[in-house]
């Protein structure tokens, strides 16, 4: 089945303790991306990569990091987690032959406290 | 003023209604539409692309007005199971499909 993959889907961390997003997908896409979603301002993508290696920035990239090592793999480093960055958070990726559907991750909620 | 605008709703309807949700984008370059649903707590998935012609799927119509920089959602027959938040996006300017600006979504919710 295709999917994108992301783990873990619930965690409940302290300020400043690291953590990592691990998201996955078997569709052989080039392209994959991570956006926040927080109420009242929809999704807002915080970094995306166009292929392996290849990684840039969003709209929203402070306080996080990504790395694109293989093609199927994208994870979300929080090095220093803080409060403002309590939000769901969704992979995305989408294959260049697309019409520009991405498919999204069923999301990861994330609390600092 | 934000890149795009959606009424956020809820937008309440009996079944078998139509309703019609707009956004407005402010990037007049702006090449790439499309309505995404939401379901509460889930990942969005593509509902339909928005071409310049306009296009239907079904009881679904988008509308594309470029002069105007809005596009259009037309749900007919509203069934309980189009309950869900309806988000616009448009792509940003130039950049392909890169950046995708999501709009905070129309929320509907259809009763019996």
């Known amino acids: 089945e295709a999917q994108v993959t992301q783990n873990p889907r619930y965690l409940i961390t302290v300020t400043g303790k690291k953590l990592t997003v691990t998201c996955s997908q078997n569709?052989?896409?080039?392209?994959m991306s991570w956006y926040r979603q927080d109420p009242g301002l929809g999704l807002r993508q915080i970094y995306y990569?166009?292929?392996?290696?290849?990684?840039d920035k969003g709209d929203v990239p402070e306080g996080y990091k990504v790395s694109r090592k293989e093609k199927r793999n994208f994870p979300l480093i929080l090095e220093s987690p803080s409060p403002n960055q309590t939000s769901l958070y969704f992979c995305?990726?989408?294959?260049?032959?697309?019409?520009?559907?991405?498919?999204f991750g069923e999301g990861s909620r994330l609390t600092v406290l | 003023r934000k890149e795009v605008e959606q009424d956020p709703g809820p937008f309440n309807v009996p079944e078998g209604a139509t309703v019609a949700f707009n956004c407005t984008y402010s990037?007049?370059?702006?090449?790439?539409f499309f309505w995404y649903r939401q379901d509460c707590r889930k990942e969005p998935k593509l509902l339909m692309s928005?071409?310049?012609s306009g296009n239907e799927d079904g009881r679904f119509t988008a509308q594309l007005n470029r002069a105007s920089q809005y596009i259009s959602l037309l749900i007919r027959d509203s069934k309980l199971s189009d309950s869900a938040t309806y988000l616009c996006?448009?792509?940003?300017?130039?950049?392909?499909?890169?950046?995708?600006?999501f709009g905070t979504g129309t929320r509907l919710l259809v009763s019996p």
């Open positions: 990037n007049s370059a702006s090449q790439s």
């Open positions: 990569s166009m292929n392996v290696e290849v990684t």
């Open positions: 995305a990726s989408r294959g260049y032959a697309n019409t520009g559907e991405l498919f």
């Open positions: 569709m052989n896409h080039e392209y």
């Open positions: 928005v071409y310049s």
């Open positions: 996006v448009v792509n940003g300017g130039n950049t392909g499909f890169q950046k995708l600006v």
